[in-house]
């Protein structure tokens, strides 16, 4: 996992000790933020003894009294070492108002432009300032950066996403009265989530009240992970690759064939579909939940045998991906063989168009071979699918219902999913579940796996 935002230079001779704790507890990378120009000669020192730690430069809003010509030529200087991912902490901060605001704007403006020329990210500090951060940040034409410890509003939080902003949850997060940030920390999109414990400040429960290190990251990771309803090791796929993402520290992962979120291990068998639906993720991004699922090429079934392992290590095995499995039936029905024979549970996501792909009724043939399905229905009539999914085929609304009736012959689960557009009438689509004796299950937009 990595710890984006921490303040390291504050440790000062125990240094070697909060590293040492926060490998043992699997902190991978540490960001150490830069605040005024003396911490940040110290900050850089520290990245050059210590190959896990990074460093962003620039000055803090409560310090921007002290920014001249001479510190923002400095800035430039040091935000060329190799070591170097970002310019902050940087922004304003009106509840304390150490320094008067119209010299922070200032000051955030002279950053910011700074942090453009160059190319780098910046690291975002706006406290009971929001409107005013959002407006510089838009004047400036800057969306590249964090808004690091969020403490807005979720609509707030929208804004800020909307201009192309991570949001990193703090260790705020567990305190129990913490509605507004849990609300917050519960709707980010996984592309937009990353995670920092701001130490030696704010440390989390159970640590609450002590002095905070970044080996204490892990129990933000918990409550982040119990709010989105997934794993710790999801989470910290998640924020790392964020991470990587905004600050490039490390190569971004390529496309997976087999990935696992929570204990389902999932199979991309294609990026090709015979849908273009309008809310589908992958026409926006390459990722699911930290996962990239750009595939370079498609795998064969030798290679998803080996990535599988011992199926029985899964609650299921799912073939899904970014697109429609049952473009490779062949490659199913030989993966999923191998699968049951070898004690393994197997589902196929699927947006019903099988019999269509390939000119026949293909279920029989998956008799014994998947025990569960999962069909996109989408809509309630074909006129709102045709609009919703743009089909290949006109009349594949009717296609989809007649897969459902047949999947309910051959496949032992079998299960519609609708995603909550406005268009789509959800209790029409719940009656449709109900006369053809299947569950649904209705997917929010934006959550995916
Ligand atoms: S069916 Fe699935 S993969 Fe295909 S376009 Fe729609 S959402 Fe995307």
Redesign the pocket.
Same mark, same amino acid.
């Given at each position: 996992m990595i710890d984006s935002h921490c303040h390291l230079e504050m440790f000062g001779e125990e240094i070697p000790e909060i590293i040492k704790n926060a490998s043992a507890a699997g902190i991978t990378k540490i960001l150490t933020i830069g605040s005024n120009i003396e911490s940040i000669e110290e900050t850089i020192r520290i990245t050059e003894q210590y190959p896990m730690v990074y460093a962003t430069v620039g000055i803090h809003p409560h310090e921007t009294k002290s920014l001249n010509d001479e510190v923002l030529k400095k800035i430039f200087e040091l935000s060329r070492h190799p070591k170097v991912v970002g310019i902050g902490e940087i922004g304003l901060d009106y509840h304390y108002e150490y320094s008067p605001r119209k010299v922070q704007q200032e000051a955030f403006i002279l950053q910011l432009n700074l942090a453009r020329d160059i190319g780098l990210p910046v690291v975002i500090h706006s406290r009971e300032a929001f409107d005013d951060t959002i407006s510089i940040l838009k004047e400036n034409n800057i969306n590249k950066g964090v808004m690091h410890c969020f403490s807005g509003s979720l609509s707030q939080a929208k804004k800020a996403i909307k201009l192309g902003f991570f949001i990193s949850i703090s260790g705020v997060v567990t305190f129990k009265n913490a509605k507004k940030i849990k609300e917050v920390a519960k709707y980010v999109p996984d592309d937009y989530l990353m995670i920092e414990t701001d130490a030696p400040y704010l440390a989390p429960e159970p640590m609450r009240g002590k002095r905070n290190e970044p080996a204490f990251l892990s129990y933000t990771a918990k409550a982040l992970a119990e709010l989105r309803g997934i794993t710790i090791e999801d989470i910290d796929r998640i924020t790392t690759l964020n991470a990587n993402r905004l600050f490039k520290i490390e190569n971004l992962p390529k496309g997976e064939i087999a990935y696992k979120i929570r204990n389902s291990l999932y199979l991309n068998v294609t990026n090709r +579909?015979?849908?273009? +639906?309008k @809310? +589908?993720?992958? @026409?926006h991004t390459d990722y699911v939940k930290g996962h990239n699922l750009r595939l370079e090429r498609e795998p064969s079934a030798k290679e998803l045998i080996e990535a599988i392992g011992d199926p029985k290590k899964y609650k299921e095995i799912v073939f899904c991906?970014?697109?429609?499995p049952f473009l490779r039936l062949d490659l199913i029905k030989e993966v999923a063989k191998w699968v049951k024979e070898n004690g393994g549970y197997v589902r196929v996501?699927?947006?019903g168009?099988g019999n269509m792909i390939h000119n026949r009724k293909i279920l029989p043939e998956l008799a014994g071979l998947i025990d569960a399905v999962s069909i996109?229905l989408?809509a309630h009539d074909k006129e709102t699918y045709n609009k919703i999914?743009?089909p290949f085929k006109p009349d594949a609304y009717e296609e989809v219902i007649e897969f459902i009736k047949d999947a309910k012959k051959y496949i032992p689960s079998v299960q519609i999913t609708v995603?909550d557009l406005k268009e789509v009438d959800i209790k029409k689509c719940e009656e449709i579940a109900s006369s053809l004796d299947v569950k649904i299950k209705i997917r929010h937009l934006d959550e995916v796996g």
């Amino acid at each position: 996992m990595i710890d984006s935002h921490c303040h390291l230079e504050m440790f000062g001779e125990e240094i070697p000790e909060i590293i040492k704790n926060a490998s043992a507890a699997g902190i991978t990378k540490i960001l150490t933020i830069g605040s005024n120009i003396e911490s940040i000669e110290e900050t850089i020192r520290i990245t050059e003894q210590y190959p896990m730690v990074y460093a962003t430069v620039g000055i803090h809003p409560h310090e921007t009294k002290s920014l001249n010509d001479e510190v923002l030529k400095k800035i430039f200087e040091l935000s060329r070492h190799p070591k170097v991912v970002g310019i902050g902490e940087i922004g304003l901060d009106y509840h304390y108002e150490y320094s008067p605001r119209k010299v922070q704007q200032e000051a955030f403006i002279l950053q910011l432009n700074l942090a453009r020329d160059i190319g780098l990210p910046v690291v975002i500090h706006s406290r009971e300032a929001f409107d005013d951060t959002i407006s510089i940040l838009k004047e400036n034409n800057i969306n590249k950066g964090v808004m690091h410890c969020f403490s807005g509003s979720l609509s707030q939080a929208k804004k800020a996403i909307k201009l192309g902003f991570f949001i990193s949850i703090s260790g705020v997060v567990t305190f129990k009265n913490a509605k507004k940030i849990k609300e917050v920390a519960k709707y980010v999109p996984d592309d937009y989530l990353m995670i920092e414990t701001d130490a030696p400040y704010l440390a989390p429960e159970p640590m609450r009240g002590k002095r905070n290190e970044p080996a204490f990251l892990s129990y933000t990771a918990k409550a982040l992970a119990e709010l989105r309803g997934i794993t710790i090791e999801d989470i910290d796929r998640i924020t790392t690759l964020n991470a990587n993402r905004l600050f490039k520290i490390e190569n971004l992962p390529k496309g997976e064939i087999a990935y696992k979120i929570r204990n389902s291990l999932y199979l991309n068998v294609t990026n090709r +579909c015979t849908n273009v +639906c309008k @809310f +589908c993720i992958r @026409f926006h991004t390459d990722y699911v939940k930290g996962h990239n699922l750009r595939l370079e090429r498609e795998p064969s079934a030798k290679e998803l045998i080996e990535a599988i392992g011992d199926p029985k290590k899964y609650k299921e095995i799912v073939f899904c991906g970014y697109g429609e499995p049952f473009l490779r039936l062949d490659l199913i029905k030989e993966v999923a063989k191998w699968v049951k024979e070898n004690g393994g549970y197997v589902r196929v996501n699927t947006n019903g168009h099988g019999n269509m792909i390939h000119n026949r009724k293909i279920l029989p043939e998956l008799a014994g071979l998947i025990d569960a399905v999962s069909i996109s229905l989408n809509a309630h009539d074909k006129e709102t699918y045709n609009k919703i999914c743009n089909p290949f085929k006109p009349d594949a609304y009717e296609e989809v219902i007649e897969f459902i009736k047949d999947a309910k012959k051959y496949i032992p689960s079998v299960q519609i999913t609708v995603v909550d557009l406005k268009e789509v009438d959800i209790k029409k689509c719940e009656e449709i579940a109900s006369s053809l004796d299947v569950k649904i299950k209705i997917r929010h937009l934006d959550e995916v796996g």
